[in-house]
């Protein structure tokens, strides 16, 4: 099992944001933190090709030592890495450190994004191609410590699904919170002149669905006896149904990608809609 927790780091407020997500983490689950910081060739927001070396070093080392403040403020105790990258790219130094990570914490937007935007390049990319479980942080949240809002998680039978599902019990138990079972479903498209659903059908379909999600959550209640589900199953577009039961959780799980993503996707319709819309940190494991 890797040990460490990786949070990406560049000093914005919403870097600032996944910095505490991931301290108070790497205290829950008692592993180290390691703070990467990629120090790219810009200034002010612009890019320079030509700017020093050393000065691109010297700024990253000045970001990273308010990154370490920062957690020595949060928990004094907490074991602390950090790490300079004097790279271009942030997503794939932050991709290459999720390959020894146990889970990497990201803002929502980075320093260099635009004000409008609700969710910046890196995070997708990172969430995409990460070889670990991704966590974005949009929102501060109060310490889990003190909350009630539940784990959610977006269950459709799919592999990734399981592995989210494997993934939020053990976080809400961690976190000595509830979790929420959540599955969509939606009626076969019909073409042609053929008459509608009658409600025996619609019935006899939701009934299938209620047993899949019961199957996807068999034998994880038995392992977490303190975790308390709640399971929903709703019809509706996916991400719609799982947005709306997120608005108020302490934490958002879903797979990287669902059934009905086509094979050669790395990041799925559904996830893509929920990393830009939801309103707590979005775990998206792969």
Same mark, same amino acid.
């Given at each position: 099992?890797? &040990?460490?927790?990786?949070?990406?780091?560049?000093?914005?407020? !919403?870097?600032?944001?996944?910095?505490?997500?991931?301290?108070?983490?790497?205290? &829950?689950?008692?592993?180290?933190? &390691?703070?990467?910081?990629?120090?790219?060739?810009?200034?002010?927001?612009?890019?320079?090709?030509?700017?020093?070396?050393?000065?691109?070093?010297?700024?990253?080392?000045?970001?990273?030592?308010?990154?370490? $403040?920062?957690?020595?403020?949060?928990?004094?105790?907490?074991?602390?890495?950090?790490?300079?990258?004097?790279?271009?790219?942030?997503?794939?130094?932050?991709?290459?450190?999720?390959?020894?990570?146990?889970? +990497?914490?990201?803002?929502?937007?980075?320093?260099?994004?635009?004000?409008?935007?609700?969710?910046?390049?890196?995070?997708?990319?990172?969430?995409?191609?990460?070889?670990?479980?991704?966590?974005?942080?949009?929102?501060?949240?109060?310490?889990? $410590?003190?909350?009630?809002?539940?784990?959610?998680?977006?269950?459709? =039978?799919?592999?990734?699904?399981?592995?989210?599902?494997?993934?939020?019990?053990?976080?809400?138990?961690?976190?000595?919170?509830?979790?929420?079972?959540?599955?969509?479903?939606?009626?076969?498209? +019909?073409?042609?002149?053929?008459?509608?659903?009658?409600?025996?059908?619609? $019935?006899?379909? &939701?009934?299938?669905?209620?047993?899949?999600?019961?199957?996807?959550?068999?034998?994880?209640? $038995?392992?977490?006896?303190?975790?308390?589900?709640?399971?929903?199953? !709703?019809?509706?577009?996916?991400?719609?149904?799982?947005?709306?039961?997120?608005?108020?959780?302490? +934490?958002?799980?879903?797979?990287?990608?669902?059934?009905?993503?086509?094979?050669?996707?790395? +990041? =799925?319709?559904?996830?893509?809609?929920?990393? !830009?819309?939801?309103?707590?940190?979005?775990?998206?494991?792969?």
């Amino acid at each position: 099992m890797n &040990r460490e927790i990786v949070v990406g780091y560049d000093g914005s407020t !919403h870097a600032d944001e996944a910095l505490a997500w991931a301290a108070r983490a790497a205290r &829950r689950e008692h592993v180290p933190l &390691r703070i990467v910081h990629v120090a790219r060739t810009f200034l002010d927001g612009y890019v320079v090709a030509d700017r020093p070396l050393d000065l691109t070093a010297k700024v990253g080392r000045q970001v990273l030592e308010g990154g370490v $403040e920062c957690l020595r403020a949060i928990d004094p105790e907490l074991e602390v890495t950090s790490q300079l990258e004097p790279q271009d790219s942030v997503a794939a130094v932050l991709t290459e450190a999720s390959k020894h990570a146990r889970m +990497l914490v990201v803002g929502s937007r980075g320093r260099d994004g635009f004000a409008g935007l609700l969710l910046g390049s890196v995070s997708v990319t990172v969430a995409a191609h990460a070889h670990c479980p991704v966590v974005v942080v949009r929102t501060p949240r109060a310490a889990a $410590e003190t909350s009630t809002r539940p784990v959610v998680v977006g269950v459709d =039978g799919s592999p990734t699904s399981v592995s989210a599902v494997d993934y939020a019990f053990d976080q809400a138990s961690r976190l000595g919170l509830p979790l929420v079972a959540v599955h969509a479903w939606e009626m076969p498209t +019909l073409f042609g002149p053929v008459p509608p659903w009658m409600p025996e059908e619609i $019935e006899e379909i &939701r009934m299938a669905e209620k047993a899949l999600l019961s199957e996807s959550l068999a034998g994880h209640m $038995e392992r977490y006896p303190d975790v308390n589900v709640t399971s929903m199953v !709703h019809r509706g577009g996916p991400a719609h149904v799982i947005l709306a039961a997120s608005e108020d959780a302490e +934490l958002l799980v879903v797979g990287s990608r669902g059934l009905g993503g086509f094979r050669g996707l790395l +990041l =799925g319709s559904v996830s893509q809609a929920v990393l !830009h819309h939801a309103t707590c940190p979005v775990v998206v494991v792969r």
